[in-house]
């Protein structure tokens, strides 16, 4: 299959290309497009054989569903089978946006596209590229994040391209994305809001709105006995091809550390921040940012484990991240890319 890569230019939309994608969908094809948090994979949601296609593109598990991405609350309503008064006001607070909520499914959800489940997971993004192509695609948009499964999800269409080539039509190049880690997902199926996998928007974030909320327990347990919630959230996932370790401790600790490892094996990729950079002389130094704009940090995260795929690293390690706010979804990504490798460098 050949695969168009088209540029669209945000502000000036062309409607024939827009159209073009939206047909693609509503005959059961895959399209990749933006959203402000990653790139997806969009297929007709409600048409079971075009959401299956999305999983023999990604060779993803088939219990692991898949979002659907709408355009306006009336389409919630045709999909979710009751709205809590928590998601109304979180809705209202963070729609468009990247959020992700649970909640039970009407029946004209298929099961192919939730893994089999009796709930749904319902976005809607703020992107304007993905809103038309929803509405162009008839208003329900199954999406994962365009990248094989387990590699880190694409933050450009160079990413989705290197990928998707040859296993979908159509690429919507849109440009990098502006967030660069996926949405937060937060179940409301359950008697408080529970957050499945964080993300841009905050545990604090969710509380100032609905009062109680809370992290699903099988997130935190380090080598979990407890299973987290969201299907995805087990697979190991955004793995370079190089092992990776996160060292944690004092700084100075941390950079001497990884300084040591690099005189032992020649070679060795780093991944730093702006503040340490210079304190590397060798190795194969990458930084993902400033500390002082976690934004920033957040956004290059899933680029930076992709480059390193490009530049025959065996190892890698890591500075780690602050766990409050932001910091909870970017350590949440970089540990997963890890396997859970961690080495505490702090003094005993
Ligand atoms: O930002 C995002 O959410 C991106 C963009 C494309 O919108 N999408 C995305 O999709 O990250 P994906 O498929 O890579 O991740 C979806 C996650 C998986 O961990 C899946 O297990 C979980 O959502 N999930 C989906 N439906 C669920 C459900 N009904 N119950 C629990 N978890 C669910
Ligand atoms: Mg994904």
Redesign the pocket.
């Known amino acids: 299959m050949q695969t168009e890569l088209v540029k669209i230019d945000r502000e000036q939309m062309s409607h024939h290309i827009m159209k073009r994608a939206g047909e693609i969908l509503q005959n059961g094809g895959l399209v990749a497009f933006p ?1 402000e ?4 994979l969009g297929a007709d949601a409600l048409n079971e054989e075009a959401a299956q296609k999305i999983y023999a593109a990604k060779g993803r598990p088939s219990d ?4 659907v ?1 709408i355009a306006d609350m009336e389409a919630l309503g045709r999909i979710a089978e009751s709205i809590p008064k928590e998601a109304k006001a979180l809705a209202e607070a963070f729609w468009p946006g ?1 959020l ?1 909520m ?1 909640f039970r499914k009407k029946e004209c959800v298929p099961s192919g596209t ?1 893994g089999g ?1 009796s ?3 319902v ?1 809607m ?1 703020s992107d304007e590229i993905a809103r038309e192509l929803i509405r162009q695609g008839g208003g329900y948009i199954a ?3 365009a990248n094989v499964s387990g590699r880190p ?1 694409p933050t450009t269409a160079q990413h989705v391209y290197e990928d998707m080539k040859g296993r979908i039509p159509m690429i919507l190049d849109g440009g990098p994305v502006r967030i660069g880690l ?2 937060t ?1 937060v ?1 409301l199926t359950e008697e408080h809001p529970v957050i ?2 964080p993300g841009y928007i905050t545990l604090s974030m969710i509380r100032s709105i609905t009062g109680e909320a809370e992290v699903d327990r099988g997130l935190i347990a380090d080598n979990s006995t407890v299973r987290p ?5 087990k697979y190991r996932h955004y793995a370079p091809r190089a092992e990776l370790w996160i060292v944690e401790g004092p700084m100075e600790r941390v950079v001497s550390y990884i300084n040591e490892k690099c005189s032992a094996f020649p070679g060795t990729g780093i991944i730093c921040t702006e503040e340490t950079r210079e304190y590397y002389p060798d190795g194969v130094v990458k930084s993902i940012g400033s500390r002082k704009d976690e934004r920033s940090i957040a956004s290059h995260l899933f680029a930076v484990l992709r480059e390193f795929d490009g530049e025959h690293v065996e190892r890698i390690y890591s500075e780690s991240f602050d766990t409050q706010g932001l910091g909870q979804a970017i350590m949440n990504r970089l540990l997963k890319a890890a396997g859970h490798q961690k080495i505490d460098v702090s003094e005993k």
């Open positions: 959203t948090t990653v790139y997806g692991n569903p898949l979002i991405h990247p992700t649970i939730t489940l709930t749904v997971a976005r993004p999406a994962p994040s999800s996926e949405s997902i179940d499945l996998r919630k969201a299907p995805g959230m």
